[in-house]
């Protein structure tokens, strides 16, 4: 007979001898059939409240917060995924999205690690005034960067600069906790060697287990620093992997590394198709994006009409969304990032900008729908929520 397709899922075998044992001396949960939105609803929640157990220093800038549910069980998640976090602060309302680092077999609590980031008003926030006991409102697990047995190859080749090591601990710790056959190459670059995130766990981690190997790369390197230094180049990967075949490629960092590792893939015959990439937020000046206008300057204010009842100022050089934010309008967002859509808005008149690569669908074109985190006025806007 010929094998299912979803044998070749992870812990396939586990599972099946988990329903056996849960035939023999289970719950019979026949009498709540007529209750399915009960379950979805447990599986996905639309809103979760989370106190913070634990927070640990990772670096002099980076934490790590433990969140354990206040009530109903955690949902599960694949390793890559991310919650987004709904907090107030600055006198807003905002949320942030970030990438659960604990593994999906550990599923008492998540773990997320936060690094500040300059005017960070919600990393700040939770570096600055979070304390162990405190609630956290978030989202349920979200996202699409994660390994496919499917589609994917079991040999990944992870990219990671700064605070982007995150999904990848998560795939990490999954790997070697439970067993799974995957060989993982990490190239982790940081400007110094204190701000790697997790170096110790990677470093003993790679000394441990033969299918995972750890490539840390240093742009600004101590002297008696003896490892890998510069930027991750098509050069040092072709040296660390040789061939390029049978391989998946997963990237997520600032945009910077974006425009320098994708295109460095590409050279070496990676086909795009074939090189994951993770949503990583709005560019930090999006008026060094290609496709500004010149004659904008980020600087300068509109008007954004909302619903034709109330007028708000809308600074070119900041999302939409957080204009509508810091006007007191909350809108429901996860990503923030241009790929959730959960923040779409209808621009009826006036011009925006979107960075390049904001995927935006055939239909929202066409009635004028755009992501509000990742759109900039550049006129006077008309706009529906």
Not at 223 to 248: C, D, F, H, S, W
Request: hydrophobic letters at 35%.
């Amino acid at each position: 007979m010929k094998k299912a397709v979803f044998e070749d899922f992870d812990r396939y075998a586990d599972i099946r001898r988990e329903i056996e044992y849960s035939r023999k001396f289970g719950v019979n949960y026949t009498r709540e059939r007529s209750m399915p939105e009960q379950f979805i609803h447990r599986l996905h929640p639309d809103r979760l409240r989370l106190r913070v157990s634990e927070i640990r220093e990772e670096t002099p800038s980076a934490r790590t917060f433990r969140l354990i549910p206040e009530h109903s069980p955690l949902p599960p998640f694949l390793a890559g995924q991310y919650i987004s976090l709904s907090v107030q602060t600055g006198g807003i309302v905002t949320s942030r999205p970030y990438s659960i680092a604990s593994p999906p077999n550990q599923a008492g609590f998540w773990e997320i690690t936060v690094q500040r980031v300059a005017s960070g008003l919600v990393s700040n926030y939770l570096l600055d005034q979070v304390r162990p006991g405190d609630l956290l409102q978030s989202s349920g697990p979200c996202g699409h960067f994660y390994f496919n047995p499917l589609f994917h190859d079991p040999d990944m080749v992870l990219i990671a600069g700064g605070a982007g090591v995150t999904p990848f601990m998560s795939m990490i710790r999954e790997i070697t906790q439970c067993g799974l056959d995957r060989r993982i190459h990490l190239f982790y670059g940081n400007r110094t060697l204190q701000a790697a995130l997790f170096h110790a766990e990677l470093t003993a981690l790679a000394a441990r287990f033969e299918n995972i190997r750890y490539v840390p790369v240093i742009e600004d390197p101590s002297p008696e620093y003896q490892g890998r230094n510069g930027l991750i180049t098509k050069e040092l990967i072709k040296e660390t992997l040789g061939t390029m075949a049978e391989r998946t490629f997963y990237v997520c960092g600032p945009q910077g590394l974006y425009d320098f590792c994708i295109p460095e893939l590409e050279r070496l015959g990676v086909q795009r198709r074939k090189i994951r990439t993770e949503v990583y937020g709005p560019p930090v000046e999006v008026s060094q994006c290609p496709g500004w206008p010149p004659q904008i300057s980020p600087d300068q204010v509109f008007s954004m009409n909302i619903n034709d009842r109330e007028s708000i100022p809308a600074r070119a050089g900041q999302p939409m969304l957080t204009s509508l934010e810091k006007a007191g309008v909350t809108l429901k967002a996860l990503c923030r990032s241009g790929e959730c859509s959960m923040c779409r808005v209808r621009v009826v008149s006036g011009k925006v900008f979107q960075p390049p690569g904001v995927a935006v669908r055939r239909s929202d074109r066409q009635f004028g729908y755009v992501h509000s985190c990742m759109s900039y006025p550049l006129e006077d806007l008309k706009i529906e929520l």
